[in-house]
T-cell receptor
Framework: GPKVLQIPSHQIIDMGQMVTLNCDPVSNHLYFYWYKQILGQQMEFLVNFYNGKVMEKSKLFKDQFSVERPDGSYFTLKIQPTALEDSAVYFC?????????????FGEGTRLSVL | AQKVTQTQTSISVVEKTTVTMDCVYETRDSSYFLFWYKQTASGEIVFLIRQDSYKKENATVGHYSLNFQKPKSSIGLIITATQIEDSAVYFCAMREGDSNNRIFFGDGTQLVVKP
């Protein structure tokens, strides 16, 4: 079936550095999401994105976070600068347009370790 | 207040039996969508089944079915004829309204299926 791909699967960086997490959504999907999961716990919403714009964001989506999807490219989550508490698994998801019944499909996650 | 609550932290069953996982939700919207996902040991998050709030019939997909009790704001997941490979963490999730906005996740229920 269709898959969301996330690159890399694991990223280790020093605190204060910038990191970019990449997501290749399902090709005909138009809505994109980022979620954060710490230690296999609850999935926490960060942001969703449609038509080049942030639609919603949570309190976890700090000023140091940004998202974009240049035409034909990855949907990215950039953190600059990183902090220790940013260590987590970040999941990208995408869904078809067409309403609330479209279940987001998730990638396999990027494990971010901030040292 | 948490919008989606899963009170069962962990359930253990013997294979080939039926298991029910509980989930209650909170919303003021008249239109909403309920989803169940599972997260495997590798971290992969897989969409399983969906219930639309305006549908009275319980959704069924393969050996997954839902017990939707709207007056109780409850959406239980039933897995029949469980298999060892059903062992995973199961997340209940809700989307409010009829657009592609965020979905809220519960804390998850760990299911262990034993031989």
């Amino acid at each position: 079936g269709p898959k969301v791909l996330q690159i890399p699967s694991h990223q280790i960086i020093d605190m204060g550095q910038m990191v970019t997490l990449n997501c290749d959504p399902v090709s005909n999907h138009l809505y994109f999401y980022w979620y954060k999961q710490i230690l296999g716990q609850q999935m926490e919403f960060l942001v969703n994105f449609y038509n080049g714009k942030v639609m919603e964001k949570s309190k976890l989506f700090k000023d140091q976070f940004s998202v974009e999807r240049p035409d034909g490219s990855y949907f990215t989550l950039k953190i600059q600068p990183t902090a220790l508490e940013d260590s987590a698994v970040y999941f990208c998801a995408s869904s078809l347009a067409g309403g609330g019944n479209q279940a987001p499909l998730f990638g396999e996650g990027t494990r971010l370790s901030v040292l | 207040a948490q919008k989606v609550t899963q009170t069962q932290t962990s359930i253990s069953v013997v294979e080939k039996t039926t298991v029910t996982m509980d989930c209650v939700y909170e919303t003021r919207d008249s239109s909403y969508f309920l989803f169940w996902y599972k997260q495997t040991a590798s971290g992969e998050i897989v969409f399983l089944i969906r219930q639309d709030s305006y549908k009275k019939e319980n959704a069924t997909v393969g050996h997954y079915s839902l017990n939707f009790q709207k007056p109780k704001s409850s959406i239980g997941l039933i897995i029949t004829a469980t298999q060892i490979e059903d062992s995973a963490v199961y997340f209940c999730a809700m989307r409010e309204g009829d657009s592609n906005n965020r979905i809220f996740f519960g804390d998850g229920t760990q299911l262990v299926v034993k031989p």
